[in-house]
């Protein structure tokens, strides 16, 4: 086997709230297959659980109809108030017309076979992975879980939500998918090194307990974490830019510059591709979906809907008037029906949602986040936070306050080093994962992707360094880069906020890089960083991991951890 650090010897993993990406750091693309566990019930009498895949914090709530209708017609007369490229006016569809057709609309059925098949659940397995995990005919015998939800570990209060479950099903996945799909047996594990690539706003416990995984639970001979804008800019071949990640739940922008992730400008919408599908599918039920047997609470519906919306929304404003569009419905052993229904701009109202994230039935949630501060951790007592107090307890003792007593050249020296207030610090973080500095947003006003964009180019520190960033702003992610017209939407609602001295300069927004799926661009950049030569300094080998813990990952790390 190849020395440790060799790419023939790294896998990359990419782990993401619906996707996992893992791959050896020489294969050209990496196994994709759905981050989702199923786990054979113990007792058919207890309490059965599924996280949602389309049910924001696994809540089915029905949305406000009435604020919804409203936040609709907010958008359909912004796509209105622009002229095509051509200079003439979008032509109007009628809400009435679209639901009569597709009240009139019925099935045909078709002759072809999709070779598709349920999961053989005979063999008593304890869980299933991947696509296994979501083609079971009857899932009510099953748990199913999705371990990472919002780019962090899904911890909640039903079953199979703590912290030591969460673990458990990644490390199921991870080791069952390197066997199935890289076919490396899992006793092997110790003469190879992964890397891991982590969202840029993350939280350390989460990541220590990952890294734990890899180097104790699964046994890899090294690791070594990095952040996903980073490696976005490594698979891209950009040098610097602002990368705007739009996920399945989550939506993450931050500045890059030659390799390092701006702190400041890093900021995370919780919000992203599911959000949209969930809107579309309130439009199609608005507009009468003729698929009328349809459940979003089904898992076969979900994987439907995702695909009619991957299919069929847009943001091109020159794709206006009526569409007579058809869809496949197909389930194993089952005959596939075909499907015709006439939409409007429900096509482009869905994804105008990462504009106003009204649209996404938020409510009161908390949606914007910045990097949490550091809570400290007893492996590792040399931090900043014991650097800081270190600092102000120099300055009690130097400075020194003479004894109430009067006694002569006495000094009292503080008995605990007084931590410093934020104004102290140059470190800017609060308590919690919440906006600061200079976000100001109303409650009821989710900050929308161009907004977030705008924020984080504006946070860094000169305009040069703005200039830069507004003319290479990378979209990576599946969430939005493959929605026809995506480059031009994001081009011209960033061009509107910008303000002088800047708001002439080129603005350039890029969806798609040497004909790269821009899914993969972060998978891609990890592969690339297991090539480079300084990476061989930031390796974390397994015995020195358990013997230094989070400390030399603090020391390893190649961003200020």
């Known amino acids: 086997m190849e020395d440790v650090g060799e790419p023939e010897a790294t896998i990359v993993i990419h782990p993401g709230s619906y996707w996992l990406r893992i791959g050896r750091a020489i294969d050209p693309f990496p196994a994709s297959l759905p981050h989702v566990i199923a786990r054979r019930r113990k007792s058919q009498s207890s309490q059965r659980h599924e996280d949602g895949m389309l049910f924001r914090n696994n809540k089915r709530l029905p949305p406000d109809c009435k604020q919804m209708e409203r936040n609709v017609s907010i958008v359909q007369g912004v796509i209105n108030s622009r002229m095509t490229s051509s200079g003439q006016p979008r032509e109007p569809v009628s809400l009435q017309k679209e639901q009569e057709f597709n009240d009139a609309a019925k099935p045909s059925q078709l002759d072809e076979d999709y070779g598709m098949q349920w999961t053989n659940v005979q063999r008593e397995v304890d869980y299933l992975i991947g ?45 069952m998918a390197i066997e199935k799909h890289l076919n490396i047996p899992r006793q092997d594990l110790s003469e190879f090194n992964a890397i891991l690539l982590i969202p840029d706003i993350y939280q350390r416990s989460h990541i220590k307990e990952l890294m734990n995984i890899l180097l104790v639970r699964m046994g890899f001979g090294a690791a070594l974490i990095h952040q996903e804008s980073v490696c976005a800019t490594y698979g891209s071949g950009l040098s610097s830019a602002c990368v705007v990640d739009v996920g399945d739940h989550k939506t993450a922008v931050s500045c890059v510059e030659d390799g390092i992730s701006h702190t400041n400008t890093r900021i995370c ?54 569409q007579l569009l058809d869809f496949h419905v197909s389930f194993p052993n089952q005959p596939t029906f075909m499907y015709k229904m006439n939409l409007g701009e429900e096509t482009m109202v869905a994804p105008m949602g990462l504009f106003y994230p009204g649209l996404f039935n938020i409510g009161d949630e908390d949606v914007t986040f910045t990097q949490p501060t550091n809570q400290g951790d007893p492996e590792d007592i040399h931090d900043e936070i014991f650097l800081l107090q270190t600092q102000q307890s120099t300055k009690v003792i130097k400075q020194g306050t003479f004894s109430p007593d009067g006694c002569d050249g006495t000094i009292q020296r503080s008995e605990s080093p007084t931590i410093p207030t934020q104004s102290d610090t140059f470190i800017h973080e609060t308590a919690q994962p919440t906006i600061f500095r200079r976000i100001v947003q ?31 702003i990378l979209v990576v992610g599946g969430g939005i880069s493959f929605f026809q017209g995506a480059a031009e939407m994001l081009h011209h609602r960033v061009q509107l906020l910008m303000t002088p001295p800047l708001s002439g300069e080129k603005v350039e927004v890029i969806c798609k890089t040497k004909d790269l799926d821009p899914r993969l661009t972060c998978w891609k950049g990890g592969s690339v960083l297991a090539c480079l030569d300084t990476t061989q300094e930031l390796w974390i080998h397994q015995l020195e991991w358990k013997k230094h813990g989070l400390k030399v990952l603090r020391e390893r790390a190649p961003f200020v951890w």
């Open 442 to 472: 109303e409650p009821d006003k989710p900050m929308g992707l161009d907004k977030a964009i705008h924020y984080s180019i504006e946070s860094c520190a000169s305009d040069e360094t703005r200039r830069k960033m507004y003319s290479n």
């Open 269 to 322: 919408l919780a919000y992203g591709g599911r959000d949209i599908t969930r809107c579309f599918t309130w439009l199609l039920e608005r507009a009468r979906f003729p698929y009328r047997e349809c459940k979003p609470s089904r898992i076969m519906d979900n994987l439907l809907l995702i695909e009619l919306k991957e299919t069929f929304c847009h943001l091109d404003q020159d794709f206006d008037g009526p």
């Open 131 to 175: 696509d296994k995990a979501l083609y079971i005919e009857s899932p009510d015998g099953y748990n199913i879980h999705w371990p990472i939800r919002n780019g962090s570990l899904n911890i909640h209060g039903g079953i199979g939500g703590s912290l030591t479950s969460v673990l458990q099903d990644l490390e199921c996945i991870w080791s």
